[in-house]
């Protein structure tokens, strides 16, 4: 099980090169944290959706911007990462798991993984 933990209260990481960033362990779900903890500073309006439940569009799959017909969508766990930050939670992800969320204000519901396949193709 690769688990991901990160306290909201730490500090972000400083100097690190490409690789470092996006191809530890983590896969850049640190570095997509750290991005939204930065953006809940500078949209607190967005922060505000996240705490409320929604999925607001971000720089990754997964967020809905409006009723979809179908009901259905994949979303990246980097998503998630993003998401957490705004929140004000402790970043918490299993790589290996997928996560489903529902959107409080669609209705929509978002499968988050790190498969790349199905990030590819959906349903």
Same mark, same amino acid.
Not at 45 to 66: H, I, S
């Given at each position: 099980?690769?688990?991901?933990?990160?306290?909201?209260?730490?500090?972000?990481? /400083? !100097?690190?090169?490409? *690789?470092?960033?996006?191809?530890? $362990?983590?896969?850049? =779900?640190?570095? !997509?944290?750290?991005?939204?903890? @930065?953006? @809940?500073?500078?949209?607190?309006?967005?922060? *505000?959706?996240?705490?409320?439940?929604? %999925?607001?569009?971000?720089?990754?799959?997964?967020?809905?911007? /409006?009723? %979809? /017909?179908?009901? $259905?969508?994949?979303?990246? %766990?980097?998503?998630?990462? *993003?998401?957490?930050? =705004?929140?004000? $939670?402790? =970043? !918490?992800?299993?790589?290996?798991? *997928?996560?489903? =969320?529902?959107?409080?204000?669609?209705?929509?519901?978002?499968?988050?993984?790190?498969?790349?396949?199905?990030? /590819?193709?959906?349903?």
């Amino acid at each position: 099980m690769t688990r991901i933990y990160r306290s909201f209260s730490e500090p972000d990481r /400083k !100097n690190l090169t490409w *690789e470092e960033t996006w191809r530890r $362990e983590d896969k850049g =779900l640190i570095k !997509n944290y750290e991005v939204g903890r @930065a953006l @809940a500073i500078k949209e607190p309006e967005l922060a *505000e959706k996240a705490k409320r439940g929604e %999925l607001p569009v971000l720089g990754y799959k997964g967020g809905v911007e /409006k009723i %979809l /017909k179908k009901k $259905e969508k994949i979303g990246a %766990l980097n998503y998630i990462a *993003e998401w957490q930050a =705004l929140r004000g $939670e402790d =970043l !918490n992800i299993d790589m290996d798991e *997928e996560m489903v =969320l529902t959107c409080t204000r669609t209705g929509v519901t978002v499968t988050f993984t790190m498969d790349l396949e199905k990030l /590819k193709n959906p349903f």
